[in-house]
């Protein structure tokens, strides 16, 4: 079936402005989940959404990032007046509700110059 | 929170030689322990996991232990091969909701 999947792959935007990534996880599952991975760095937790529940936040690095995660589904992290600093690669990963394994999508990778 | 840390950063090894890994981390609440390898422009990929209730789990040639009491688990590739080379890292989590990832050793196997 068909894997998690992540879009744009490439997003290079300007300094000041505002992106959104989205992610689509794989049918059926409840549990996703937002990583940022700097060059050659690993994989920094920054958002996790479980079914209905109140997702945890605890892991954005600013009030410019947010989340959003409709209907259970698709999900889209938003980073507002984008910093050359947020240059990185931004992954998606979702499991079962009842499952371990976190399935990754291929990541975007952004670029703020 | 969470705090996952490991060494090394960086590891070679010649073809064949043993690879071992090690994690560290500092929530007690922490009960489930997976490692994902990276290879190079690709997404992480589990590849071994271990829970709290067991000390060590083998799958080939990779084997995990975990040591609860001092909180440190590790990964262990035998008679490595090329193809091993990659990033791996370890996670940690509790009851499987939020993860922290270390930061990552990038494997090298040189033939």
Redesign the interface.
């Known amino acids: 079936g068909a894997g998690v999947s992540q879009s744009p792959s490439n997003k290079v935007t300007e300094k000041g402005k505002d992106v959104e990534l989205r992610c689509d996880p794989i049918s059926g599952h409840t549990a996703l ?1 937002w ?1 940022r991975q700097s060059l050659g ?5 920054l958002i ?1 959404f ?1 079914g209905n529940s109140a997702p ?1 936040k ?2 954005l690095p600013s009030d410019r990032f947010s989340a959003e995660r409709t209907g259970g589904s698709v999900s889209t992290l938003t980073i507002q007046r984008t910093q050359q600093e947020d240059s990185a690669v931004y ?1 998606c990963a979702s ?1 079962l509700n009842t499952g ?3 399935y ?4 975007t990778r952004l670029t703020v110059t | 929170g969470e705090n996952v840390e490991q060494h090394p950063s960086t590891l070679s090894v010649q073809e064949g030689d043993s690879a071992v890994i090690k994690c560290t981390y500092s929530d007690s609440a922490s009960n489930y322990f997976p490692w994902y390898k990276q290879e190079l422009g690709k997404r992480p990929q589990l590849i071994i996991d271990i829970r709290s209730n067991v000390g060590e789990k083998k799958d080939q040639r990779i084997a995990v232990t975990l040591n609860k009491t001092a909180k440190h688990f590790s990964l262990h590739i035998t008679e490595t091969q090329p193809e091993d080379s990659a990033v791996y890292f370890c996670a940690a989590s509790s009851n499987n909701n939020d993860m922290r990832f270390g930061a990552g050793t990038r494997l090298t196997v040189k033939p």
Do not use: H, I
Request: cysteine-free.
């Open positions: 989940y990583y760095q690993g994989l920094e937790f996790y479980q945890d605890s892991g992954l499991r371990v394994e976190q990754f999508g291929p990541g």
